[in-house]
């Protein structure tokens, strides 16, 4: 037998090598489509990749913006549910503040302190109205000290009384011009 055949199995049988059905041609076709076609899925995958992108940072920006205006409003939140915010609209509403409380107990019913109704003047300063200023006390009037008399009194710098009495005479130096020159 020869070299180039091979058997199936039977004895005797040669079995050929199939030959090429491609041409030259027809490969260089098939690789160019090939090459084409993932140029093209290359080129929809990286449109959709950009335009995914441009929505991520679109939904970024929209993220920042939210938690922004969250902040905003969740301090406009604590601002209007301050104890202070609550107490100044009752006061609008014309409710008043009661200095003495009572509690009631929701499990069995019971009352803790002394319920007490309120006629509203009770709290004052909070409604805005005036009270009545305290007075002040008056200082007591301060008797000056008189000067030992057998110390000579020397006059400070910023003393006025002893400018005073300086301007009042003319000191004559020698620096100074003589009248009508």
Not at 161 to 180: N, Q, R, V, Y
């Amino acid at each position: 037998m020869r070299a180039a055949a091979r058997t199936t199995g039977e004895p005797g049988r040669p079995v050929l090598a199939p030959r090429a059905t491609v041409s030259t041609v027809g490969f260089v076709g098939i690789v160019l489509g090939l090459i084409t076609i993932g140029l093209a899925g290359v080129m929809v995958v990286s449109t959709s990749v950009g335009a995914q992108s441009r929505d991520l940072t679109r939904l970024r920006r929209e993220a920042t913006h939210l938690s922004y205006e969250r902040a905003a409003l969740e301090s406009q939140l604590q601002r209007r549910s301050s104890a202070n915010s609550i107490a100044l609209s009752a006061s609008q509403l014309g409710m008043v503040p009661n200095p003495y409380p009572a509690f009631i107990n929701l499990a069995d019913g019971t009352v803790s302190g002394d319920p007490t109704p309120v006629t509203g003047n009770e709290l004052p300063y909070l409604h805005g109205q005036a009270t009545a200023p305290e007075p002040k006390p008056t200082p007591e009037p301060i008797t000056p000290v008189d000067p030992d008399p057998q110390e000579p009194v020397t006059a400070a710098a910023g003393d006025t009384a002893a400018d005073a009495t300086t301007a009042d005479t003319p000191a004559e130096t020698a620096d100074s011009p003589a009248e009508g020159a």
